[in-house]
């Protein structure tokens, strides 16, 4: 499907930054420092190597397969009809992405802003925005990627200054308290929120313009996005505490409300949700359009654009029962998302390495994009 318009490598790597820290930077330093205590921030090192590694899975099957969508890599390596039902797999793990995320912003604006206003209306005014970006297509999504990753990063920047005076960095001692093995379980849960799901922006592979420097700048904005939530946990561990860290739902947003310089400039966690509303934007975006194009890939549609109005509506149903209740979310979050998430995005990709490999060295002109 190359029906949106082309990105330039260097919008993709934008995209690929926001995408990256998406709703991690929001929750998950709760989770790590529930398994890692004050060493929860080694954990989110822990994540970027294991991400590394991810990353340089999907590079090589990037350059294995030049200018195909994971749907046209899985027909090519496993043939029309075992490719087909992967690539349906693959469409429907990126619609309950796209679902949960969107929970996760009607949750935490009803929680935080709207206490009073139904779930499925906030849910429905944020997927009207997705659909729109969608449906205006890649070009303008990555112009606005542009336009608001200097806005993120001036309220990250903020953030980090105007909570300097709160610093204790004595809350993250000791360190290596908890053992090695709790960090490595954090590392791959910071994998499988930040990093594994960058497979759904395979979608966009054919419409990346410059794909050498794409793949390469890939790499770096994920390392950069790493650092970024890195250093939200510990600014999570340095000010709230392991302990508070560990049972606030929000903790990075717990951290703005700490924000008081002269008993003048306070008060300023709406204004600071920009953060988390421009990557959660993207995150759900992304998932959203990795759903539609190869739903529409598979159909052989030639646009997706016919498919984005009634998916928009079963996203927003179906936002609204992916999780019954937060108690249910936390449990799934905690035991089943990791498997749930290596099996789609680590073993498959890797399966489809090794075989569409074997299948190059026997023909040399297998790989090359038709």
């Given at each position: 499907?190359?029906?949106?318009?082309?990105?330039?490598?260097?919008q993709f790597i934008v995209l690929v930054y926001l995408y990256s820290v998406g709703t991690t930077i929001l929750v998950i330093p709760s989770g790590l420092a529930a398994a890692s205590k004050q060493d929860a921030w080694l954990g989110a090192v822990a994540g970027i190597a294991i991400g590394a590694i991810i990353l340089f899975l999907y590079f090589a099957l990037w350059r294995l397969y030049p200018g195909k969508s994971f749907v046209g890599i899985?027909?090519?390596?496993?043939?029309?009809?075992?490719?087909?039902?992967?690539?349906?797999?693959f469409s429907f793990y990126s619609f309950i992405g796209a679902a949960t995320v969107l929970f996760y912003v009607g949750d935490f604006f009803k929680t935080q802003f709207l206490p009073q206003t139904p779930l499925v209306l906030i849910n429905a005014f944020f997927a009207f925005i997705v659909v729109m970006g969608v449906r205006l297509g890649l070009e303008t999504l990555g112009r606005s990627s542009e336009l608001m990753l200097p806005w993120f990063l001036f309220l990250f920047v903020v953030l980090l200054a105007t909570l300097a005076p709160e610093m204790k960095p004595e809350n993250m001692l000791p360190i290596f308290e908890t053992g090695w093995m709790p960090m490595i379980n954090s590392g791959f849960d910071v994998a499988g929120t930040a990093y594994f799901p960058i497979l759904f922006l395979f979608a966009l592979i054919p419409n990346v313009q410059n794909p050498g420097k794409a793949?390469?700048?890939?790499?770096?904005?994920?390392?950069?996005a790493g650092i970024s939530f890195m250093l939200m946990t510990l600014l999570c561990?340095?000010?709230?505490?392991?302990?508070?860290?560990?049972?606030?739902?929000?903790?990075?947003?717990?951290?703005?409300?700490?924000?008081?310089?002269?008993?003048?400039?306070?008060?300023?966690?709406?204004?600071?949700?920009?953060?988390?509303?421009?990557?959660?934007?993207?995150?759900?975006?992304?998932?959203?359009?990795?759903?539609?194009?190869?739903?529409s890939e598979l159909l052989r549609l030639k646009s997706s654009r016919t498919l984005t109005l009634p998916f928009g509506i079963l996203l927003v149903v179906f936002s609204i029962v992916v999780y019954p209740n937060t108690v249910y979310m936390q449990n799934w979050d905690s035991t089943v998302f990791l498997p749930y998430i290596i099996t789609m995005c680590g073993v498959i990709p890797l399966l489809l390495l090794i075989v569409g490999g074997v299948k190059r060295m026997i023909n040399p002109d297998a790989s090359q994009p038709s």
């Open positions: 499907m190359q029906d949106n318009g082309k990105i330039s490598h260097r899985c027909e090519a390596v496993l043939g029309r009809w075992l490719g087909f039902l992967i690539g349906l797999i793949r390469i700048g890939m790499l770096l904005a994920a390392l950069l561990i340095w000010i709230l505490g392991a302990d508070i860290t560990a049972r606030s739902m929000f903790p990075s947003y717990a951290l703005v409300k700490k924000i008081n310089i002269g008993n003048f400039f306070q008060r300023i966690e709406a204004v600071m949700a920009g953060l988390w509303f421009v990557t959660t934007y993207f995150k759900t975006t992304f998932y959203y359009y990795g759903w539609t194009s190869s739903f």
